[in-house]
C-alpha cells in the first residue's frame, strides 16, 4: 500500500515554464487537496476536490490549475510559473465517509529562478 | 470563516519538562486532528479527535478536545529530544465540501 505518490521531489523552473505535478493515492478516498508551505509557516490550501470531476478552489488558487479525472489522480499545473510560487507542495488524501485523517505525500520542493 | 490559532508558535524545552501546546478555533467544529512535521520531511498524523471530552494518548503525547471551548490541548510529558517537530493541529469545516482549516504550527525544540 503505496498511500499518496507525488512527482516529482524536487524541480527547478525558470519564470515563465510550465510543470505538473503529479499525485497518485491508491487509499479510495474520496476527498484529495493541494497545499503549499512557504519557509516557517503553516499549509495553505491551493486547490481541493470531493471527488473524481469536482474540484473547488482553496486559500490561494491564482496561478495554479487542477483536474480530477479519476478517483486515484490529482494533478496540480502550473502555468508561467513565478518566483512567489517557489514552496514546498503537498498533495494530501481523506476519506470524509469515514472521516479519517489525511494523508499526506511527501512534498516536491519547487524553486522559480 | 473558521479560523485556527496555535500557541505558542516556538517553544524550547529541556528534556524532561513538561508543557502544553494550545490549539483554538472560531466556530464550531466536530474533528480536530494534530500533525507533526520534522524538518524537511512530509506531515505525519498524530491523533483525531471527534467528540467533546476526546483524549487520546501515544507515548509522552496527550491530545485533548473540548468542543464547547473550542480548544484542544497537546500535552508533552517528560520531554524527549526525539519529540523536536513542528506540531500542527487542524480543524474541520461544517457544511458542504468540508476541508481542514490549519492552524500556523508549533516549532518545538527539546534540548539535553
Known amino acids: 500500500n503505496a498511500g499518496v505518490t507525488q512527482t516529482p521531489k524536487f524541480r527547478i523552473l525558470k519564470i515563465g515554464q510550465s510543470m505538473t505535478l503529479q499525485c497518485t493515492q491508491d487509499m479510495n478516498h474520496n476527498y484529495m487537496y493541494w497545499y503549499r508551505q512557504d519557509p516557517g509557516m503553516g499549509l495553505k490550501l491551493i486547490y481541493y476536490?470531493?471527488?473524481?470531476?469536482?474540484?473547488d478552489k482553496g486559500e490561494v488558487p491564482n496561478g495554479y490549475n487542477v483536474s480530477r479525472s479519476t478517483t486515484e489522480d490529482f494533478p496540480l499545473r502550473l502555468e508561467l510559473a513565478a518566483p512567489s510560487q517557489t514552496s514546498v507542495y503537498f498533495c494530501?488524501?481523506?476519506?470524509?465517509?469515514?472521516?479519517?485523517?489525511?494523508?499526506f505525500g511527501q512534498g516536491t520542493r519547487l524553486t522559480v529562478v | 470563516e473558521l479560523k485556527v490559532e496555535q500557541n505558542p508558535l516556538f517553544l524550547s524545552m529541556q528534556e524532561g519538562k513538561n508543557y502544553t501546546i494550545y490549539c483554538n478555533y472560531s466556530?464550531?467544529?466536530?474533528?480536530l486532528y494534530w500533525y507533526r512535521q520534522d524538518p524537511g520531511k512530509s506531515l505525519e498524523s498524530l491523533f483525531v479527535l471527534l467528540s467533546n471530552g476526546a483524549v487520546k494518548q501515544e507515548g509522552r503525547l496527550m491530545a485533548s478536545l473540548d468542543t464547547k471551548a473550542r480548544l484542544s490541548t497537546l500535552h508533552i510529558t517528560a520531554a524527549v529530544h526525539d519529540l523536536s517537530a513542528t506540531y500542527f493541529c487542524?480543524?474541520?469545516?461544517?457544511?458542504?465540501?468540508?476541508?481542514?482549516?490549519w492552524g500556523l504550527g508549533t516549532s518545538l525544540a527539546v534540548n539535553p
Open positions: 487542524a480543524v474541520l469545516t461544517q457544511g458542504n465540501n468540508r476541508r481542514l482549516i
Open positions: 476536490s470531493v471527488g473524481a470531476g469536482i474540484t
Open positions: 494530501a488524501s481523506s476519506d470524509r465517509r469515514r472521516s479519517t485523517e489525511a494523508f
Open positions: 466556530t464550531t467544529s466536530d474533528r
